[in-house]
């Protein structure tokens, strides 16, 4: 058995239901631009509304985290990873899940406990220091000089704001050096392995910190890491995770790995990510904002360093590198499978792209990099040849020159509004908030799905919703392009409501009540027992987890901007509050 399936074996015989992996790009969380942990999806939960699931929950998360993509091409980091993780919403605390790590790790994965270490929260002014957790360790046999206490890195947050708490972190000594008695946790010999955090708080805007409805615990064990340490390979990329993978680009590229590391680690990295994103059925493809931009580098990136190894790259290795990695998780998670020509569409697209432009790019980059590149010359470079900052960047490194960032940041931001991609997105403004803005198309979404039902017909569903703060999209059944009558009727219907004021109310019931009652929801079974219904007047009520504005008449004029087919029978509508 492989560690994934080790995994949720172990935790569902300990009562855990296992729940599928979310999807990479985040629905209707615009805070992020990928999921970067296995509780982010879980946020609502963890603050306390129940989960269909139960209280007991296990999975393996697909993540993305874009934050050190210099990093790639060392031995241990990765844009995407899978996370491993089991979590108690308000049931077992500190004593259950401390006990389950150990016994995975020393029982199931069979880890010498000589080689194992943990950090515990040592405390601060406001939060005491875990003794619980540090006795719990004791007892299990982790020695003294191996707990060390820190208070910085054990306690645990998602950025600014949302759910929190202290953290007791496992390290593995992964050399062949002698173990050192006592754990040094700055050591780079020790690698941290897995992370279970007590989320008990909340931790709003102003750095106030509260207590939750219930006590959580959200656990966090890197599936790429422990598999290189379970195999006892120092380089990440050495594992059964990527071995294959690896051995592909040295049959494309005829070279070996060893001499070739970075860029093959590079190669291998950024085309699985890129794989991973295209697979998704948010149906992101490369662009200049947001995933889509990331997207775009990813691949971008993975060209350039399949050149260096001089790899033909109008060939079809990407492809290869992509069926090899698709080949690994296809069993694993359902898009992969369904979706496998998409993504090469996707990767030959964006290939053949930027092949185009490239060798334009080079020669012009070769004439202005005599001295230091201005953010005109590389918004130049930009915006006319496809070169991504970072790659203007990289270059300009090689050559041993500058490049004037923030002035390319600059022009970059007055050619678009570009609000989600200013920092690559990361953690801006807190986890599950929503601005003013995306609370109105939140709202705005209910009127439109109410009035397609009166428009079109009283059997349209929605079948997808996705929002910025930019615009809303919006898939529902139909079997017909909307006629230019139908979009006015359906766009006037919704300004009709939104200047009438009607007021949004809100209520909780039991799921079967709402259902009874004719409240519209989109996957009945992917609800707890008890939920809230929103509803404005007689025409809309709808099963949804918020937020909405207070009154329609906070919306402003409403606007379809396009109306397309998004798959079969399900057509997709593109609208702005304006
Ligand atoms: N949220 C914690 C982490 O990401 C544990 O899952 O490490």
Redesign the pocket.
């Known amino acids: 058995m492989n560690l994934k399936d080790l995994y949720i074996d172990f935790f569902v015989k300990n009562g855990h239901k296992q729940i599928p992996s979310a999807p990479v790009v985040p629905e209707n969380d615009p805070s992020v631009l990928f999921n970067?942990?296995?509780?982010q999806p879980l946020i609502p939960y963890l603050m306390g509304q129940p989960h269909p699931y139960g209280t007991r929950l296990c999975d393996y998360q697909k993540c993305i985290r874009t934050n050190d993509l210099d990093n790639i091409g060392d031995t241990y980091h990765h844009t995407f990873f899978e996370?491993l993780?089991n979590w108690s919403l308000g049931d077992y605390f500190k004593k259950e899940a401390i006990t389950w790590s150990f016994e995975f790790l020393t029982k199931v994965l069979k880890m010498p406990v000589e080689k194992l270490a943990v950090t515990v929260f040592a405390g601060n002014d406001i939060i005491p220091f875990d003794e619980e957790s540090h006795d719990l360790w004791l007892s299990l046999g982790i020695k003294e000089e191996r707990i060390a206490r820190t208070t910085e890195d054990n306690f645990?947050i998602?950025g600014e704001t949302g759910p929190c708490g202290p953290?007791t972190e496992m390290f593995y000594f992964r050399s062949d050096d002698p173990v050192p008695e006592k754990f040094d946790p700055e050591d780079n010999r020790w690698v941290e392995i897995w992370?279970?955090?007590f989320m008990q708080y909340y931790k709003d805007e102003n750095g106030n910190i509260s207590e939750l409805p219930k006590k959580n615990v959200?656990?966090?064990?890197g599936l790429e890491r422990v598999v290189a340490v379970l195999e006892g390979v120092k380089d990440n990329y050495a594992s059964s995770v990527w071995k294959d993978v690896i051995s592909e680009i040295e049959d494309i590229s005829h070279l070996k790995y060893e001499g070739n590391e970075p860029s093959m680690r590079i190669i291998a990295d950024h085309i699985r990510t890129s794989v991973f994103i295209s697979a998704d059925n948010s149906g992101i493809k490369p662009s200049n904002v947001g995933q889509g931009y990331i997207l775009r580098r990813l691949i971008r990136r993975a060209i350039r360093h399949a050149k260096k190894l001089g790899i033909d790259v109008n060939s079809d290795w990407e492809s290869r590198i992509a069926l090899k990695i698709m080949s690994k998780y296809e069993n694993y998670y359902s898009e992969i499978k369904e979706n496998k020509d998409v993504v090469l569409e996707v990767l030959k697209n964006e290939k053949i792209k930027f092949n185009r432009t490239l060798e334009k790019g080079l020669r012009e980059f070769e004439k202005v990099s005599s001295k230091d590149i201005d953010g005109t010359t590389a918004f130049h470079l930009f915006d006319t040849y496809g070169f991504p900052i970072e790659l203007t960047e990289e270059l300009a490194k090689e050559r041993g020159i500058n490049v004037d960032i923030e002035g390319f940041k600059e022009k970059f931001k007055a050619h678009q509004e570009l609000s989600r991609t200013a920092s690559q997105g990361q953690f801006k403004g807190g986890l599950g908030g929503h601005s003013e803005k995306e609370t109105r198309y939140h709202t705005a979404t209910h009127l439109l799905n109410a009035a397609l039902k009166q428009v079109v017909n009283k059997d349209v569903h929605q079948k997808g919703s996705n929002i910025t703060e930019e615009r809303m999209r919006f898939d529902f059944s139909c079997d017909h392009k909307l006629s230019d009558e139908e979009k006015q009727k359906t766009e006037d219907l919704v300004n009709k409501w939104i200047s009438e004021g009607h007021e949004v109310t809100v209520e909780e019931m039991k799921k079967e009540d709402a259902v009874k009652s004719g409240a519209e929801c989109m996957f009945i079974e992917k609800y707890p027992d008890i939920v809230t219904v929103y509803s404005i007047s007689d025409f809309s009520k709808e099963l949804c987890g918020g937020p909405h504005v207070k009154n329609t008449n906070e919306l402003g004029h409403f606007k379809i901007v396009k109306e397309e087919a998004s798959s079969a029978g399900v057509r997709r509508i593109k609208a702005i509050l304006e």
């Open positions: 970067t942990a296995g509780m996370m993780g645990w998602a953290d992370n279970d955090v959200d656990t966090g064990m």
